[in-house]
């Protein structure tokens, strides 16, 4: 059973920093990109990272390049988002999410609350 299982969200002021989580479990780890998401109310899914642990390559949506860091850990099957400098706009339940040429698997989310 593929499993992508996020922890990490919670409330933080502005300027202050959180870490997500995403565990992994039930497929083969380095055959995937792995990658976050994230959802605001009322506002559509976007990307904000991605990394494929197989080499390491990362991407970032623009504004999110000088604040977020993508990283991965292939013996715990699990990939992290360290988030800097939150602000307000950052609002938003937190997905991961492992995309294959034939299989896209998704986590339950986790909410991050950035508070002015």
């Known amino acids: 059973e593929v499993q992508l299982v996020e922890s990490g969200g919670g409330l933080v002021q502005v300027g202050g920093s959180l870490r997500l989580s995403c565990v992994t479990s039930?497929?083969?780890?380095?055959?995937?990109?792995i990658g976050w998401f994230r959802q605001a109310p009322g506002k559509e899914r976007e990307g904000v990272s991605c990394?494929?642990?197989?080499?390491?390559?990362?991407y970032y949506r623009d504004s999110m390049r000088d604040r977020f860091t993508v990283s991965s850990d292939k013996s715990k099957n699990t990939v992290y988002l360290q988030m800097d400098s939150l602000k307000p706009e950052d609002t938003a339940v937190y997905y991961c999410?492992?995309?294959?040429?034939?299989?896209?698997?998704w986590g339950q989310g986790t909410p991050v609350t950035v508070s002015s």
């Open positions: 999410n492992a995309r294959s040429d034939f299989y896209d698997y």
């Open positions: 039930g497929f083969t780890f380095d055959d995937y990109d």
């Open positions: 990394i494929s642990p197989s080499d390491g390559t990362t």
